[in-house]
């Protein structure tokens, strides 16, 4: 139970930042797509999944490393949502598309990009060191430490 508890807290942390930069990217890049509460659901995901991976990984296994599987899990994360939301539902629900990369050169059916993969690398490496010190404050687990070696 007390598991649950955990990842019910980090997704709704998770869910909240990630509602928060989505909000904020669309007011700096209008015509990206619909707002919707769906991005929320996808950050709190992806920061649960990239904590889970990250906590079978070893401390000694480079943060950069790291960061490319969250920034990888990030783009898995948004390829998959993508083709539920944009292509099923929201067609479905006669609604406009949550986002749309048509637009970009290298998209892989206006769902993923390849401009926004050194941003979710970035991203995923905020993930990790977020999804570690929430564990360390509000969980009593690990302080965090990471290896910067190349």
Known sequence: MKSVFKNIIIFCIGFTIYQSIEGIFKMVVPN????????GIIG??????????????????????QSIIGGV??????FI???ILNKWLCPLLNKP??????????????QICPQFFIAWILLGATCIVIDDY????????EKPHY????
Do not use: H, Q, V
């Open 32 to 39: 990206m797509g619909a707002e919707s509460f769906l991005m």
């Open 44 to 65: 709190g995901l992806a920061l649960l999944l990239i904590g889970g991976i990250n906590n079978k990984l070893s401390w000694n296994m480079p943060i950069w490393l």
């Open 73 to 78: 899990c990030i783009l898995g994360t948004e």
């Open 81 to 83: 949502m993508g083709l």
């Open 97 to 110: 598309l949550i986002w749309d990369y048509s637009n970009f050169p290298g998209n892989i059916m206006g």
């Open 134 to 141: 929430l564990r360390y404050f509000l969980f009593n687990e």
């Open 147 to 150: 290896c910067w070696k190349f």
